[in-house]
């Protein structure tokens, strides 16, 4: 065979080669599931849906919303955590599911660390400290100061043992020298109506749950569980101004299972940054009493995973909740 033969004969199955190649997959090419590890109608839901929406309108593939709520989040968070490492499963959830249940259960299912790649930090929901209008205590001021006598024995209601208004109610006590009476209840809507009737004078609440019954009357909100007043609500003072340090705010964000193709993460994370910058997605979200988180990169959002990790394993432990 010549030199000239050889040389085409090469190229020709170089050719080939090439043709017989499969083209690499445009992601997104197909729909992608969003995993939302909490109940429909809920503020996650809700955060979910609005930027699942917005995300699909900027990469122009559609992203279906899949409730898995459940054991506190973790049946859907294990189940995003097992799901394929290709993109087209994602996780929106919340910090208590993330950040307070590994400390929590003694087997939640899943790391919250490594099992899951920060996408996007989406935005905080603030909870509010509400009290009965009936109850004497005006303001977070009056509250603090009677709560501190000797002879007090005030309760508040939460969610159940080691729920978010369960363990803010801790770390108050825990910061401010209080002796708050927990009482839980088996959710949230059965702690809130029997502060609405009287029965127990407080609970936190969720922003978003909280707002109708603030504004109709029914409930004061005497303080904000945030580092800083919320928008909404600028009459009311950060538990902070009177208890430095207290922060408890919810925060919401975006994963994907470990593994994920570095790519397929950073086309995430772009459209992510697109959505949340986009201002009707903001106006949604300003009037569910969101507010949304300044741009963060995948390693800040990792490193707030983390400190919120230690803060609440703190808190959890001083508190004695478990559930299992």
Do not use: C
Not at 13 to 22: D, H, V
Not at 27 to 50: C, E, F, K, M, W
């Amino acid at each position: 065979m010549t030199v000239r033969k050889r040389t085409l004969l090469l190229a020709a199955a170089a050719l080939l080669a090439t043709g017989a190649a499969p083209a690499q997959e445009r992601y997104p090419s197909r729909p992608i599931t969003l995993i939302v590890p909490q109940a429909a109608g809920g503020t996650n839901d809700i955060v979910g849906r609005v930027v699942g929406q917005k995300m699909a309108e900027v990469m122009g593939a559609s992203v279906v919303v899949d409730n898995r709520p459940g054991a506190g989040g973790n049946i859907g968070t294990q189940l995003a955590a097992k799901a394929p490492k290709d993109g087209y499963t994602l996780l929106m959830t919340i910090s208590s599911s993330q950040a307070i249940n590994p400390s929590l259960y003694k087997n939640p299912g899943f790391d919250p660390v490594k099992d899951f790649r920060p996408i996007a930090l989406i935005g905080a929901v603030p909870n509010v400290l509400l009290v009965n209008p009936a109850f004497p205590a005006r303001s977070l001021a009056e509250l603090l100061a009677s709560a501190r006598q000797k002879d007090a024995h005030l309760q508040y209601a939460s969610a159940g043992n080691g729920t978010l208004n369960h363990l803010l109610g801790e770390m108050l006590n825990n910061m401010a020298g209080l002796h708050l009476q927990h009482v839980p209840y088996k959710g949230v809507a059965p702690a809130l109506n029997d502060v609405l009737g009287g029965q127990l004078p407080m609970l936190f609440a969720s922003l978003p749950s909280a707002l109708p019954h603030i504004k109709a009357g029914r409930l004061r909100a005497v303080g904000v569980s945030g580092a800083k007043r919320s928008p909404v609500l600028p009459d009311v003072p950060a538990i902070d101004e009177a208890v430095p340090g207290y922060n408890g705010t919810l925060w919401i964000g975006l994963f994907a299972p470990a593994g994920t193709p570095p790519a397929v993460l950073a086309s995430l994370q772009q459209a992510a940054q697109q959505a949340l910058a986009a201002p009707d997605l903001r106006a949604k979200l300003d009037q569910q009493g969101v507010e949304i988180a300044p741009p963060t990169s995948p390693e800040q959002f990792a490193r707030l995973l983390q400190d919120d990790l230690a803060k609440w394993a703190r808190i959890v432990k001083a508190s004695g909740a478990t559930v299992d």
